[in-house]
């Protein structure tokens, strides 16, 4: 029962990511790839994204600090770190991200700016809440497979 | 082994294809290695692009397709994949998160056999294998409408048209082949690895490089076919295919330094001061310096623009000192890489063939007084190639021998020998090959010294040939008031010199090739202004020894950014005395009159030498 209603929880808790905008298909592709030799692949590859992401994040924050601001170096530190989100489907992110890189071509160091703390923000969320469903997930089993979203 | 492809087991197929993937993002090389593994494919990652070539370089034969992210820290993709198709004609896919229209056709104009979007699907992993497939069948059929010319059937007319149509008597042949490959050439000749038993990739030394250069700039580019390269070569092995999959490559080169030298040369008074950074700078830079504008530089103004060292001017204006040196070659480009480097200044990098040949053609050209700089085109990394095969035509017209220097960074793996003179490090070997490129100098320049007579550049001998007094006048350096004989073996520097480890060889051309340059110098005269542009121009030359005998060497003098202003001071200076290298900055204004040549042999910084060219 614990388990059934774990597992429930764990479902629940996934397709809410989808539904809520926080996840697109590329981590159902990451769900695909997870099989017996790599029981908690998905995991892996979120962990290695936050802990690449924080370097990337720093990066650009400092870049933006310093004036007058170099916008063409924070497109592409921008630009890689959209590459990067879009390794775990993290869509608000990477929104975000997209953003980042209209103001930052507009030369709008302001938009970056306020585009930059909104994208932490939704970095931050997303890490919270997949670490809050994976968590769920080894308590419900390895049984727990995902399902297809609609 | 040609993994399981060469002969496809059809019910393992396409299981056992041997990917390199190259991302800088360590997320995403653990997805692709996964995807890839899933679709039972043998996978190694590599994150940088750098150690990727050196990869594919140690197993020539380990792996059957590329698959590369385009933004890198190291090495930009495009020239990577530029390389991995020079050197290693392997179909390469790009990936990027950036879909955007322009930067695709970058990609495929780069090369590319596709370009992916990410996030990339599995489905799009699986189906990768049809390019390495479509590859192998393309060179069957060359291999097998090769022979059927070449046999009896020599439907189409005559070897002539074999030669320069052969790619389209392929087609005919094969009519199979629906592909509609605009243009056969490419198409064939990208396969044209076909060994004879469609296994072996051909790998194009430095060596085999310089041979081919030569042969072509002995025909002349414009009656160039690849039977005639094939007989002039004299390499028993070699098959006509793979000459002309070759000569494809390096027209595309050629054409993309062209790109670069015409942007470059506006440079003329050697925009390329900063050759840091790309890597063909070094090269074309020249171009610039050759202008020479200078005066006597005359022959040196080799216009290379961009990338290639647009030799200018023959000599026939011998500027007063007779500008023999060799014109530094399109020293390095800046940045205008060919392809990917080159023109990105990678143009010509990505050409990895280095071509010499574009100096071969460069040389050509610089006989009749300023070989068109189109020549020069390919040249921006490659240039280091043609310097040496320069040599042999340049003899003075200025351009020749400076080049040779340059090639041996990229691919070239020109083994020392090559002519050092050539260093091409003009503003090339800054870029990137920070790393590589400076022990290169270090190693080179010690062995300049010893080099003195002639380095013989390993490849095709390529030294002999033209090195015979490359008027370096051209080297010029930029700007004219310095003629910085800057020689640094840029090796590396455009195009991020492909791996390192052939940079490594380049230097040690290059090394030698300036040593080489310097006796050349010496006869030649060649008036570096020692105003070396720091940083750029390294004076590989460094030591003095060499001058005398190098008499043919040319002087490579690449300016990679500098040099373009050759100042033609140095026309009349004389080599003299190569001091080191830190000496030439110093001595600008001496310069002249003896060709001091001095080399600063800065290892770390690649200097170009500007001033290359001194006239005799």
Redesign the interface.
């Known amino acids: 029962m614990d388990k059934n209603q774990s597992r429930r929880q764990v479902r629940l808790m996934r397709q809410s990511l989808f539904d809520q905008g926080f996840l697109d298909?590329?981590f159902i592709?990451?769900e695909?790839?997870q099989d017996d030799s790599?029981p908690n692949?998905v995991e892996?590859?979120a962990t290695?994204?936050y802990r690449?992401s924080y370097r990337s994040l720093q990066a650009i924050e400092l870049a933006l600090e310093k004036t007058p601001r170099d916008f063409s170096k924070l497109d592409?530190y921008m630009?890689?770190f959209?590459?990067?989100s879009?390794?775990?489907?993290a869509k608000k992110v990477k929104a975000e991200c997209q953003q980042f890189r209209e103001y930052c071509n507009a030369g709008n160091g302001e938009g970056c700016m306020r585009t930059f703390q909104a994208l932490k923000k939704e970095h931050a969320t997303l890490k919270k809440r997949l670490e809050a469903y994976f968590q769920m997930a080894r308590q419900a089993g390895p049984i727990e497979a995902a399902c297809r979203p609609k | 082994m040609e993994s399981s492809f060469s002969s496809p087991r059809n019910d393992s197929f396409p299981a056992g294809l041997r990917v390199l993937v190259v991302d800088d993002d360590p997320t995403w090389l653990k997805i692709l290695e996964k995807m890839l593994k899933k679709c039972s494919y043998e996978v190694t990652t590599c994150g940088l692009a750098r150690d990727a070539l050196n990869l594919l370089r140690e197993k020539k034969d380990g792996y059957d397709i590329v698959v590369s992210d385009v933004n890198m820290p190291d090495m930009d993709g495009f020239k990577l994949l530029e390389h991995v198709g020079l050197e290693m004609d392997l179909p390469v896919i790009m990936m990027s998160v950036d879909g955007e229209t322009s930067r695709v056709m970058k990609g495929v104009q780069h090369g590319a056999c596709d370009y992916l979007l990410k996030p990339i699907r599995m489905k799009e992993l699986r189906n990768i294998w049809q390019h390495v497939f479509r590859k192998k069948i393309h060179e069957i059929r060359d291999i097998e409408s090769h022979e059927s010319i070449e046999g009896i059937q020599l439907i189409r007319n005559g070897s002539d048209q074999y030669d320069e149509g052969y790619f389209f008597s392929a087609e005919d042949l094969t009519s199979s082949r629906k592909r509609k490959d605009v243009d056969n050439k490419y198409d064939d000749k990208d396969f044209s690895d076909c060994s004879s038993a469609k296994k072996a990739r051909v790998v194009w030394s430095v060596d085999l490089h310089q041979k081919f250069v030569k042969a072509v700039h002995q025909i002349g580019f414009d009656k160039v076919g690849p039977k005639k390269i094939l007989d002039l070569m004299n390499v028993p092995w070699l098959t006509r295919e793979n000459v002309a999959s070759h000569l494809q490559k390096y027209r595309l080169y050629l054409s993309r330094l062209q790109k670069e030298n015409d942007i470059k040369s506006s440079f003329g008074g050697t925009k390329h001061s900063d050759y840091s950074s790309k890597d063909l700078q070094g090269i074309l830079s020249v171009q610039n310096s050759i202008n020479i504008q200078q005066n006597d530089v005359a022959h040196g103004s080799y216009r290379f623009s961009g990338n290639n060292l647009v030799a200018q001017n023959a000599d026939p204006k011998s500027n007063e000192g007779d500008i023999k040196g060799i014109v530094s070659e399109p020293v390095a480009e800046p940045k205008k890489g060919t392809t990917g480097n080159i023109p990105d200044s990678q143009k010509t990098r990505s050409s990895q063939m280095d071509f010499n040949s574009s100096y071969a053609e460069t040389q050509k050209g610089l006989v009749g007084n300023v070989p068109d700089s189109q020549k020069i085109r390919s040249s921006q990394m490659r240039v280091n190639h043609s310097f040496a095969s320069v040599e042999s035509e340049v003899n003075l017209t200025a351009f020749d021998s400076t080049i040779p220097a340059t090639y041996s960074w990229n691919k070239i793996q020109l083994e020392k020998e090559h002519k050092p003179l050539i260093q091409l490090n003009n503003g090339f070997s800054k870029p990137q090959l920070p790393g590589p490129q400076h022990h290169f100098q270090a190693d080179q320049l010690q062995s300049i010294p010893s080099i003195s007579s002639r380095p013989s550049i390993p490849g095709g001998d390529v030294t002999g040939s033209s090195k015979s007094k490359p008027s370096y006048s051209e080297y010029t350096n930029h700007h004219g008031s310095h003629v910085s004989p800057t020689i640094s073996p840029t090796i590396s520097a455009t195009d991020s010199f492909p791996g390192q480890t052939k940079s490594c060889v380049v230097d040690h051309q290059l090394s030698e090739t300036i040593s080489t340059s310097t006796s050349n110098m010496k006869n030649q005269g060649i008036n570096l202004s020692t105003d070396l542009e720091s940083a750029q121009r390294n004076l590989i030359l460094g030591s003095t020894s060499p001058f005398a005998s190098l008499d043919d060497e040319f002087q490579i003098c690449w300016y990679q950014g500098d040099c373009y202003g050759m100042n033609l001071e140095l026309q009349n200076v004389e080599f003299s005395e190569y001091t080191d290298p830190t000496h030439v900055t110093e001595v600008p204004a001496h310069l002249y009159d003896a060709l001091r040549f001095e080399y600063p042999c800065d290892p770390s910084e690649y200097s170009v030498l500007d001033q290359g060219l001194f006239i005799a």
């Open positions: 298909e590329q592709q990451l695909e790839l790599n692949f892996e590859i290695s994204y690449d592409s630009h890689q959209k590459g990067s879009s390794s775990i489907g």
